[in-house]
């Protein structure tokens, strides 16, 4: 260990002493590091706040049936242009013949606007719920309260309104509670706030008003598409009651067994798993830009102790007649080797971290500078050190001291 040490500081004084050619040696590890600190850490970020508005929509304990399933081509949207819309007869089918499903919720959304006095606020997204809404947790009411289910089933001209929507109504001065205000045109009473969810690449997901189904028919027609979303007894019965509530849509709706089905079920994993392919592509490009990024650093590296070991030829041949073992002269110069190539690892995560967490900073792309993508960025520039650095090492080990001592 003593001699690790050594030979560590050997390394650091060589590169103090030679600052500018220690700095383009890694340069190369540099540009790789940064790469894989800035865009990993942005992309974490991105990935935290993807899965957390997701589970705000969707959900981790329920799924959601739509009109249409996920399609990836023009091709195969074709194919299901003629589905049928989600209908109060498919709620009704899912209730009667699945034992899992504890509540089964119809909604559906659009843009309306809402004014309160002097105030108005444009297409804000309304959604409109069936009485089942109070089971599902990404509902809730941090001030008041939620609509009862006798509300919504009656259709009673009340509502909850976002945190955001409700901030700009009224303000922190008036309370927004029991208050009258307008959604396109029609009055509303408020009974609840909901808790604040932040915002989502700059987009607030604080902006909406919820509504009673069939208040939202009367505004903006009854043919708007419905979608549906089932909650199980318990969240480890989710993949449960996916079967059964297709077999009694596929019943519903009589479709024979040969039959794709005229329906798409998503859950919070169906859409992260589609979030994730799609970054994918990213990180191959990463890959491809690191890979290329360490493999010329560690050229230029290598090279570079090459050069060390010609101008230290007189040095290596010193020590050796003086007993110094092969295994001490790879050492010290593999350590070099490492020392610098971690130098270099070092000063890309700082910079890559700086980079990540500026981005962040000055737009809404979230960012998160993990401990472990600092290990590998760190642990692959030491390995870089370690495979470049093993033939120049190699080399000064096969010294002979007598000829080296010869060289000027």
């Not at 001065?173 to 808790?195: C, M, N, W, Y």
């Not at 090459?306 to 290596?316: A, G, K």
């Not at 110094?324 to 190539?341: F, G, P």
Request: charged fraction near 20%; proline fraction near 4%; glycine fraction near 8%.
């Amino acid at each position: 260990m003593n001699k690790f040490w050594e030979s560590a500081r050997i390394a650091l004084d060589a590169i103090w002493t030679a600052k500018l050619r220690s700095f383009m040696t890694v340069l190369g590890n540099i540009v790789a590091v940064t790469s894989i600190i800035a865009v990993v850490s942005l992309i974490q970020g991105l990935n935290a706040s993807v899965k957390q508005a997701i589970l705000n929509q969707a959900g981790a304990d329920s799924f959601n049936i739509q009109q249409f399933p996920i399609t990836r081509s023009d091709e195969e949207f074709e194919k299901v242009r003629g589905n049928p819309r989600i209908t109060l007869q498919d709620a009704r089918s899912i209730r009667r013949y699945s034992d899992l499903a504890t509540a089964v919720m119809l909604d559906a959304g659009s843009a309306g606007r809402i004014v309160y006095r002097d105030k108005s606020i444009d297409s804000t997204r309304v959604q409109g719920v069936t009485g089942e809404y109070v089971n599902f947790s990404s509902f809730d009411a941090e001030r008041g309260r939620l609509m009862s289910p006798t509300e919504v089933d009656t259709s009673r001209p009340v509502c909850v309104l976002g945190w955001q929507t409700a901030d700009t109504l009224f303000g922190s001065t008036v309370d927004p509670l029991e208050k009258t205000i307008q959604i396109e045109g029609h009055h509303f009473r408020v009974v609840g706030v909901s808790a604040k969810r932040g915002a989502f690449l700059g987009q607030s997901q604080d902006e909406f008003a919820v509504i009673p189904l069939g208040q939202f028919q009367m505004l903006f027609g009854s043919r708007r598409p419905l979608s549906m979303t089932v909650k199980p007894h318990d969240m480890s019965l989710v993949a449960a009651a996916i079967d059964e509530a297709t077999l009694a849509l596929r019943m519903s709706r009589r479709l024979k067994p040969k039959q794709p089905d005229n329906f798409g079920i998503f859950t919070s994993d169906t859409i992260l798993t589609i979030y994730h392919s799609a970054t994918n592509g990213i990180f191959a490009v990463l890959v491809g830009v690191v890979g290329l990024s360490l493999v010329v650093g560690g050229i230029v590296i290598m090279n570079i102790m090459l050069m060390v070991v010609t101008e230290r030829t007189r040095e290596i041949g010193l020590r050796k007649a003086l007993g110094a073992r092969r295994s001490d002269i790879m050492s010290q110069i593999l350590t070099e080797s490492v020392v610098l190539s971690v130098f270099g690892g070092v000063v890309g995560t700082i910079i890559g971290a700086i980079i990540a967490l500026t981005i962040s900073a000055v737009t809404p792309i979230p960012a998160s500078v993990e401990p472990w993508s600092v290990a590998l960025g760190i642990g692959i520039t030491a390995a870089v050190g370690l495979f470049f650095g093993l033939y120049p090492a190699m080399r000064a080990a096969r010294l002979d001291p007598i000829e080296a001592l010869r060289r000027e």
